[in-house]
């Protein structure tokens, strides 16, 4: 746990900072690689409007700019200078970048694909009930939430080795952090897979769906076709063969 420091001194520390966000896009940073491939592997199949959390200068937000040409980006971060060479860089009509926190208000739209890249470990454990709100509202039906986060493990070894890159705010992400976020944005944890970006396991990807219409289509026929139909009928014949075995074992055995 982290004791919650002004805001501030967060916005100072990030101000700092912008050198190495800047040297990460120019030089290849391995943990934004790994992030970029579960983005493109698990985004909507055709995202229009997408929001990224902590966009930093904007290397992810620019990446989703070309390989989503049609989208609408934005990309929202609470360190003026981020934003500031972002803009510079990487903004055009459809990829605007913000210097905001996410806040129930933020936005009077709706995305379908929200990101935070190595972010939502650095949110204050009594700012989550507030950004989970955010985005409750602001997911929409079909919509997917996207997280990459360090493992606790990570960070532990972290604050005792290299004490010096921990951050304001670092903190933990367990199953049940990530559970109690799922509960609270109404989604459901569609994939959770540990990453070897640097050493075994130190960061995790998460992807969380949003599906209002779960009950209705889970209750509703679905149309069947001839392999589905035929996979069907020569399972029900193993199981059944199968049956008849067991059955046969299990009378040896009990008499």
Same mark, same amino acid.
């Given at each position: 746990?982290?004791?919650?420091?002004?805001?501030?001194?967060?916005?100072?520390?990030?101000?700092?900072?912008?050198?190495?966000?800047?040297?990460?896009?120019?030089?290849?940073?391995?943990?934004?690689?790994?992030?970029?491939?579960? *983005?493109?592997?698990?985004?909507?199949?055709?995202?229009?409007?997408?929001?990224?959390?902590?966009?930093?200068?904007?290397? *992810?937000?620019?990446?989703?700019? @070309?390989?989503?040409?049609?989208?609408?980006?934005?990309?929202?971060?609470?360190?003026?200078?981020?934003?500031?060479?972002?803009?510079?860089?990487?903004?055009?009509?459809?990829?605007?970048?913000?210097?905001?926190?996410?806040?129930?208000?933020?936005?009077?739209?709706?995305?379908?694909?929200?990101?935070?890249?190595?972010?939502?470990?650095?949110?204050?454990?009594?700012?989550?009930?507030?950004?989970?709100?955010?985005?409750?509202?602001?997911?929409?039906?079909?919509?997917?939430?996207?997280?990459?986060?360090?493992?606790?493990?990570?960070?532990?070894?972290?604050?005792?080795?290299?004490?010096?890159?921990?951050?304001?705010?670092?903190?933990?992400?367990?199953?049940?952090?990530?559970?109690?976020?799922?509960?609270?944005?109404?989604?459901?944890?569609?994939?959770?897979?540990?990453?070897?970006?640097?050493?075994?396991?130190?960061?995790?990807?998460?992807?969380?769906?949003?599906?209002?219409?779960?009950?209705?289509?889970?209750?509703?026929?679905?149309?069947?076709?001839?392999?589905?139909?035929?996979?069907?009928?020569?399972?029900?014949?193993?199981?059944?063969?199968?049956?008849?075995?067991? @059955?046969?074992?299990?009378?040896?055995?009990?008499?």
């Amino acid at each position: 746990m982290t004791e919650n420091p002004n805001r501030e001194n967060v916005v100072s520390y990030y101000d700092e900072h912008v050198k190495n966000k800047l040297n990460d896009y120019i030089v290849v940073n391995p943990r934004i690689e790994f992030g970029w491939k579960t *983005i493109k592997r698990y985004a909507p199949k055709k995202p229009m409007r997408i929001l990224e959390v902590g966009c930093g200068m904007g290397n *992810i937000s620019s990446r989703m700019r @070309k390989y989503w040409p049609e989208a609408t980006i934005t990309g929202i971060d609470i360190s003026t200078m981020s934003i500031q060479l972002a803009q510079k860089l990487f903004g055009d009509g459809k990829l605007n970048f913000k210097e905001s926190i996410l806040t129930p208000n933020t936005f009077d739209e709706q995305f379908d694909l929200i990101i935070f890249m190595d972010v939502y470990e650095h949110i204050a454990v009594t700012d989550r009930p507030e950004v989970h709100a955010a985005l409750a509202k602001f997911i929409k039906n079909k919509g997917r939430l996207i997280l990459t986060v360090p493992t606790p493990h990570n960070l532990k070894w972290s604050l005792i080795n290299k004490p010096e890159t921990m951050q304001p705010v670092d903190e933990h992400i367990s199953y049940e952090v990530i559970g109690k976020l799922a509960a609270d944005t109404g989604t459901e944890v569609i994939f959770y897979e540990l990453k070897n970006v640097w050493n075994v396991g130190d960061y995790a990807h998460i992807v969380f769906e949003k599906n209002d219409d779960f009950e209705a289509a889970f209750f509703k026929p679905k149309p069947v076709t001839t392999a589905q139909r035929t996979e069907r009928i020569f399972n029900k014949a193993i199981y059944k063969l199968g049956s008849y075995f067991r @059955k046969l074992y299990v009378r040896k055995k009990l008499g």
